[in-house]
């Protein structure tokens, strides 16, 4: 059983910052792929940042500068540093991860995501 764990949402004013986390447990060989992203109301779900295990990143174009996405692959965890935060942010955060996992006696990589954090910028 594999999880995947949130933390570090809130409400923020505009202009402030927020540092959201993500760990990973389980029964996991290793990790591939990290990744941040957003849902907001009546919206779908985009993604916000990524990160390879080797450390290469990937951001949507709306946070290009004002986010930050980092690693540490000896906790199994993912970082969303945020910078800046406008009202647009505001959404559910989901963090997503690529695991290698044993499935039926074979190993193979799977996506698990966490339950979600909330995020609301507002004065």
């Known amino acids: 059983q594999v999880r995947a764990v949130e933390s570090g949402g809130g409400l923020v004013q505009p202009g402030g910052s927020l540092r959201l986390s993500c760990a990973a447990s389980?029964?996991?060989?290793?990790?591939?792929?990290m990744g941040w992203y957003r849902q907001a109301p009546g919206k779908q779900r985009e993604l916000v940042a990524s990160?390879?295990?080797?450390?290469?990143?990937n951001y949507a174009d709306s946070v290009k500068g004002s986010f930050t996405i980092s690693r540490d692959n000896a906790k199994n965890t993912v970082y969303l540093q945020m910078n800046s935060l406008k009202p647009e942010d505001t959404a559910v955060y989901y963090c997503?991860?690529?695991?290698?996992?044993?499935?039926?006696?074979?190993?193979?990589?799977?996506?698990?995501w966490g339950q979600g954090t909330q995020v609301t910028v507002s004065s």
């Open positions: 389980g029964s996991i060989f290793s990790i591939n792929d």
């Open positions: 997503k991860v690529l695991a290698l996992v044993a499935v039926a006696g074979s190993l193979g990589y799977r996506d698990y």
């Open positions: 990160i390879t295990s080797g450390g290469r990143t």
